[in-house]
């Protein structure tokens, strides 16, 4: 067959599978301007064929384990940073193989969509605990950074660690020694790690606020 015919049949099934994939896109796109932007940069992108269908597909699925980790969390479970991580990581990778113009633009649309995952403050709602507050901020740091799996793992493990505190049985000493080693591993990591600026010190000041009551709450609740 010629290689111009069979360039326009290709053409021809992508414009075909478009729609599908599209619909595919987050639904939450009317409620939440950045995620209506980020699927019309998408849209953009496979017109252009800055994107093919299978990495667009590929997108949407790391899209929807985002989203499930997130309504999967519930208080006074394990926290999990490890999988949100990795669905944000594979997403930036995807962005990265293509065209510097789109990707920038992508990438834009991705930390605006993450960040709309904070919730909206309500000014009559009591100030969350420092415990809470810091959850928040590890997760916001952790999704706009670039750290490296071990340091999410550690940030993950010094997280649960500080929510173990509530029940824990243990001694006070034994809770004393938990929170400062739990604390000391946090800054370590978010001085050693790929972070924003504004990011980092927002935890940090969680963590000098961060009284011997430990977890206060479990603080990753906070992350919807």
């Known amino acids: 067959m010629n290689k111009s015919i069979l360039r326009v049949l290709t053409l021809v099934l992508t414009l075909a599978m478009l729609p599908q994939a599209l619909t595919a896109a987050p639904q939450d796109a009317d409620s939440n301007p950045a995620t209506a932007k980020f699927k019309e940069d998408l849209k953009a992108a496979v017109m252009a064929g800055d994107l093919t269908i299978p990495q667009l597909k590929e997108l949407q699925a790391n899209a929807e384990t985002l989203k499930a980790a997130k309504s999967e969390q519930t208080p006074g479970a394990p926290l999990d940073l490890i999988t949100p991580y990795t669905a944000v990581s594979n997403m930036r990778a995807i962005m ?70 509530k029940s824990d049985g243990g001694g006070k000493l034994q809770q004393f020694r938990t929170l400062k080693k739990s604390k000391a591993a946090i800054e370590q990591v978010m001085n050693a790690g790929e972070f924003r600026p504004q990011d980092r010190q927002a935890v940090l000041d969680d963590l000098n606020n961060l009284g011997p009551s430990g977890g206060g709450g479990g603080g990753f609740r906070g992350r919807n």
């Open 96 to 165: 990265a193989t293509v065209k510097p113009g789109t990707r920038a633009t992508l990438e834009e649309d991705l930390q605006a969509v993450i960040a709309n995952k904070k919730p909206a403050e309500d000014a009559s709602a009591a100030p969350p605990s420092a415990g809470k507050k810091l959850g928040k901020d590890v997760f916001m740091a952790v999704m706009r950074g670039k750290p490296t799996m071990a340091q999410v793992s550690q940030l993950q493990d010094s997280l649960n660690d500080l929510q173990s505190l």
